[in-house]
């Protein structure tokens, strides 16, 4: 049983920075894919970053060039910095991990089997 536990989150004003961090605890193989995924009220879930096993990189447009999401896999934790912070960004954040699929990992939230309770962002503008 994988279980995940965010922290990180809190407020700032926009252009400011935040670290989420994101800590595994249980089974959790190198081969997994591990992504942030945020959730404004009445929005659906959105992935927003993906780190590949490998540790290479996908984001959404939304945070491309803003946000950097990493790995320290002797910890079996994972990292979002978060950079020139927009009110837009206002959101429950979540980590998510899972097992790739044909070497691939999924971009969206369904494909992903674990999940922290999340951690809330919150920009003032």
């Known amino acids: 049983q994988v279980q995940l536990q965010e922290s990180g989150g809190g407020s700032s004003q926009a252009g400011g920075s935040l670290r989420l961090s994101c800590a595994a605890s249980?089974?959790?193989?190198?081969?997994?894919?591990m992504g942030w995924f945020r959730q404004a009220p009445g929005k659906e879930r959105e992935t927003i970053a993906v780190l590949y096993y490998g540790d290479s990189t996908v984001y959404s447009d939304s945070v491309k060039g803003r946000f950097t999401i990493s790995a320290d896999h002797d910890r079996k934790t994972w990292y979002l910095q978060m950079d020139s912070l927009k009110p837009d960004d206002t959101a429950m954040y979540y980590c998510?991990?899972?097992?790739?699929?044909?070497?691939?990992?999924?971009?969206?939230?369904?494909?992903?089997?674990?999940w922290g309770q999340g951690t809330q962002v919150t920009v003032s503008s």
């Open positions: 249980g089974a959790i193989y190198s081969s997994y894919c």
């Open positions: 998510g991990t899972g097992p790739e699929s044909g070497g691939y990992c999924y971009w969206l939230a369904k494909g992903y089997g674990y």
